[in-house]
């Protein structure tokens, strides 16, 4: 379920994009910094700040996972059930491990959201659908990199 391709989308990407919803069907979209793909089905999420995202798992195991490359303009959305994890749960070592080699001391993990791939769908910029023959990956970074201003320039 979880490719090469998207396996190498999700990191690359800095951020993540978690949407749950409460008990009352209201969503809530949170962003993750620590985040991995642990195997071809699963991606663990740190919950270092996301109180609300927790708790809502808990009442609604069905999320979605989007992430982007902002300058490419494409990405993926997981769709998918969590289940939150908690220190004392006896497979957590195996979960966390990766989490805690990007968070390190920084970061405090109070539990990890074990997110289960049901479905993978593409995300790409609208410009790669309606101007196929002149929108291509290099067109898009290039007119993103002068939207946000950026200098990919060499570090000193």
Excluded at 19 to 36: I, L, M, R, Y
Excluded at 100 to 108: E, F, I, K, T, V
Excluded at 133 to 154: D, I, M
């Amino acid at each position: 379920m979880l490719t090469k391709e998207v396996c190498a989308s999700a990191e690359q990407s800095v951020l993540c994009w978690l949407a749950t919803s409460d008990e009352s069907g209201q969503p809530n979209v949170s962003p993750k910094e620590v985040f991995a793909v642990l195997d071809s089905q699963h991606i663990v999420v740190a919950n270092i700040a996301s109180p609300k995202s927790a708790k809502n798992i808990r009442i609604n195991q069905k999320v979605c996972l989007s992430f982007i490359d902002i300058f490419v303009q494409k990405g993926f959305k997981i769709i998918g059930t969590a289940t939150e994890l908690k220190p004392t749960a006896q497979e957590y070592s195996h979960w966390v491990a990766p989490l805690l080699a990007m968070a390190g001391d920084r970061y405090p993990i109070h539990s990890v959201l074990v997110i289960k791939a049901t479905a993978v769908e593409p995300i790409v910029a609208p410009s790669y659908r309606l101007y196929p023959a002149e929108t291509s990956e290099e067109s898009q970074t290039q007119a993103a990199l002068r939207t946000y201003g950026v200098n990919r320039g060499k570090r000193p």
